[in-house]
């Protein structure tokens, strides 16, 4: 175990693992490590109805996936609050001894009906000094002093609450059962929490939580509650609306590293990135710059076009080797690993997401004699010209001419060159009826390397399929 400060990532598994929790999750890593502490995964598994064990895995998974990794000696857990069951009850019951809180056996429906025939919202206190004993369907409500409670927001500053406004809150159900708001602080004080980073939603929460702090006997935690995610229309991302699972994105082929940048960038701006005229940074970079003062609290647009953006960014600057790995998933099983390796750093600076890949070179893995398909939009637009038919048979014969060992993307290009002159066309429209003949498409990766790739004999194959198809 480290010394320094503790943090914690404490999610609730009840369904994919959301971007915003997971920008939550890096946060508290990147200060973690630097500041040589503790990140505490606690799963918040106490909503019975809700949860599901799967969502754990996946949260877990998802966040090896960005980088947190359970092996580094930062981490700790995970741990369950489910585990910690009687400790929430017990905690529950110190504050009643304590005179911090008391039983109530108003139903919700007569805290209601009471609030209507008072006209405020809320519970009123109505059990506050009926020293009503524990009993079924008897809830157990926080006490809340007169006064204002004062937090301390690393991103927010002073924001101050005035306790008139929040009601004597529940602690336990009828059934006996701890609250969110209760389970939540009992494990944070057993885990040595110091330090509470998590999304804003939870702002309201935190006063009645900073009270149950003192109440419990310690001092609270230094809080910060970084801004909410939101989408074009300045609506909160929501998992109705928007796509907020990171494991979608991760299915729709963004790489660990994109996705863990541009999250970063989300209420936070590098120091040095308007300088450097990029907000592209390794990991190592920004864990050793971020600190919560510089994150901003108005609501941060998550962006999925900027998402993209880093995305082509990184897979244009990744290693060969680190390309292929990353894209194997992605390709189907029988296509020739080696052939694939070829062609990829051809393809890798078109790409916008690892999908896009095997539609863009699929043409180089047909069934043996199986003939590109190609559409006849683009077929009539490439065959159109009148030079191209001739441009083709001449072409198909200038490469016959040459045999594997002199098969490659310059003599290729240099063979071409020489037939076009003779018809006065230029580079970019003499490919396309030889693309269009080799690969079925109009665009796709340089066409001289996917010759080279393709091979001799499929190359001359398929231009004669194409020049018997223009003579019928
Ligand atoms: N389990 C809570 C959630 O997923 C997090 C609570 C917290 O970070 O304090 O929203």
Same mark, same amino acid.
């Given at each position: 175990?480290?010394?320094?400060?503790?943090?914690?990532?404490?999610?609730?598994?009840?369904?994919?693992?959301?971007?915003?929790?997971?920008?939550?999750?890096?946060?508290?890593?990147?200060?973690? *490590?630097?500041?040589?502490?503790?990140?505490?995964?606690?799963?918040?598994?106490?909503?019975?109805?809700?949860?599901?064990?799967?969502?754990?895995?996946?949260?877990?998974?998802?966040?090896?996936?960005?980088?947190?990794?359970?092996?580094?000696?930062?981490?700790?857990?995970?741990?369950?609050?489910?585990?910690?069951?009687?400790?929430?009850?017990?905690?529950?019951?110190?504050?009643?001894?304590?005179?911090?809180?008391?039983?109530?056996?108003?139903?919700?429906?007569?805290?209601?009906?009471?609030?209507?025939?008072?006209?405020?919202?809320?519970?009123?206190?109505?059990?506050?000094?009926?020293?009503?004993?524990?009993?079924?369907?008897?809830?157990?409500?926080?006490?809340?002093?007169?006064?204002?409670?004062?937090?301390?927001?690393?991103?927010?500053?002073?924001?101050?609450?005035?306790?008139?406004?929040?009601?004597?809150?529940?602690?336990?159900?009828?059934?006996?059962?701890?609250?969110?708001?209760?389970?939540?602080?009992?494990?944070?004080?057993?885990?040595?929490?110091?330090?509470?980073?998590?999304?804003?939603?939870?702002?309201?929460?935190?006063?009645?939580?900073?009270?149950?702090?003192?109440?419990?006997?310690?001092?609270?935690?230094?809080?910060?509650?970084?801004?909410?995610?939101?989408?074009?229309?300045?609506?909160?991302?929501?998992?109705?609306?928007?796509?907020?699972?990171?494991?979608?994105?991760?299915?729709?082929?963004?790489?660990?590293?994109?996705?863990?940048?541009?999250?970063?960038?989300?209420?936070?701006?590098?120091?040095?990135?308007?300088?450097?005229?990029?907000?592209?940074?390794?990991?190592?970079?920004?864990?050793?710059?971020? *600190?919560?003062?510089?994150?901003?609290?108005?609501?941060?647009?998550?962006?999925?076009?900027?998402?993209?953006?880093?995305?082509?960014?990184?897979?244009?600057?990744?290693?060969?080797?680190?390309?292929?790995?990353?894209?194997?998933?992605?390709?189907?099983?029988?296509?020739?690993?080696?052939?694939?390796?070829?062609?990829?750093?051809?393809?890798?600076?078109?790409?916008?997401?690892?999908?896009?890949?095997?539609?863009?070179?699929?043409?180089?893995?047909?069934?043996?004699?199986?003939?590109?398909?190609?559409?006849?939009?683009?077929?009539?637009?490439?065959?159109?010209? $009148?030079?191209?038919?001739?441009?083709?048979?001449?072409?198909?014969?200038?490469?016959?001419?040459?045999?594997?060992?002199?098969?490659?993307?310059?003599?290729?290009?240099?063979?071409?060159?020489?037939?076009?002159?003779?018809?006065?066309?230029?580079?970019?429209?003499?490919?396309?009826?030889?693309?269009?003949?080799?690969?079925?498409?109009?665009?796709?990766?340089?066409?001289?390397?996917?010759?080279?790739?393709?091979?001799? $004999?499929?190359?001359?194959?398929?231009? *004669?399929?194409?020049?018997?198809?223009?003579?019928?």
């Amino acid at each position: 175990m480290t010394s320094g400060p503790r943090f914690r990532f404490a999610p609730s598994p009840t369904g994919m693992f959301h971007v915003g929790g997971a920008r939550s999750a890096l946060h508290n890593w990147a200060l973690a *490590r630097r500041l040589g502490g503790t990140f505490v995964l606690r799963i918040e598994d106490t909503d019975e109805a809700r949860n599901n064990p799967e969502w754990t895995q996946g949260i877990i998974d998802a966040l090896a996936w960005i980088g947190i990794s359970s092996d580094d000696p930062h981490f700790e857990g995970p741990k369950f609050q489910s585990a910690n069951a009687d400790a929430h009850v017990a905690a529950a019951q110190r504050l009643a001894d304590a005179g911090h809180a008391y039983y109530c056996d108003l139903t919700g429906e007569e805290v209601q009906d009471r609030a209507r025939e008072l006209g405020i919202t809320g519970y009123d206190g109505y059990s506050r000094d009926r020293g009503l004993e524990p009993g079924p369907g008897r809830v157990l409500r926080f006490r809340v002093p007169d006064g204002e409670t004062v937090v301390e927001d690393a991103v927010r500053g002073t924001v101050t609450f005035d306790n008139s406004t929040i009601e004597d809150f529940v602690l336990l159900r009828g059934n006996g059962s701890p609250v969110f708001v209760l389970a939540n602080v009992v494990d944070d004080i057993e885990m040595a929490i110091t330090d509470v980073v998590r999304g804003e939603e939870h702002l309201p929460n935190t006063p009645k939580q900073q009270m149950l702090w003192s109440a419990l006997g310690h001092e609270p935690p230094r809080w910060a509650h970084v801004p909410v995610l939101v989408n074009e229309q300045r609506k909160k991302l929501s998992k109705r609306r928007d796509k907020v699972a990171l494991e979608q994105y991760r299915a729709d082929g963004i790489l660990p590293d994109a996705m863990v940048n541009y999250l970063m960038t989300l209420g936070w701006t590098m120091p040095g990135s308007e300088e450097a005229g990029s907000e592209i940074f390794p990991w190592s970079e920004m864990e050793a710059a971020f *600190r919560l003062d510089d994150v901003t609290p108005s609501p941060a647009f998550f962006d999925v076009k900027k998402l993209i953006a880093f995305n082509k960014q990184y897979i244009k600057n990744m290693g060969v080797d680190a390309f292929v790995a990353a894209v194997d998933s992605e390709l189907p099983a029988e296509w020739d690993r080696a052939r694939f390796r070829e062609i990829a750093p051809h393809i890798m600076e078109r790409l916008e997401t690892l999908r896009d890949a095997p539609a863009l070179v699929d043409f180089l893995f047909l069934p043996d004699g199986s003939d590109p398909v190609v559409d006849d939009a683009s077929w009539d637009k490439a065959m159109q010209p $009148d030079w191209a038919p001739a441009l083709l048979a001449e072409v198909t014969d200038a490469y016959a001419e040459h045999d594997a060992s002199s098969w490659n993307a310059d003599t290729l290009k240099a063979a071409i060159e020489a037939v076009m002159e003779r018809h006065e066309v230029k580079l970019g429209k003499a490919q396309a009826p030889v693309r269009v003949a080799v690969t079925g498409r109009s665009v796709g990766p340089p066409l001289f390397e996917s010759l080279e790739v393709l091979g001799r $004999d499929e190359t001359l194959r398929r231009l *004669r399929v194409a020049l018997t198809r223009l003579g019928d």
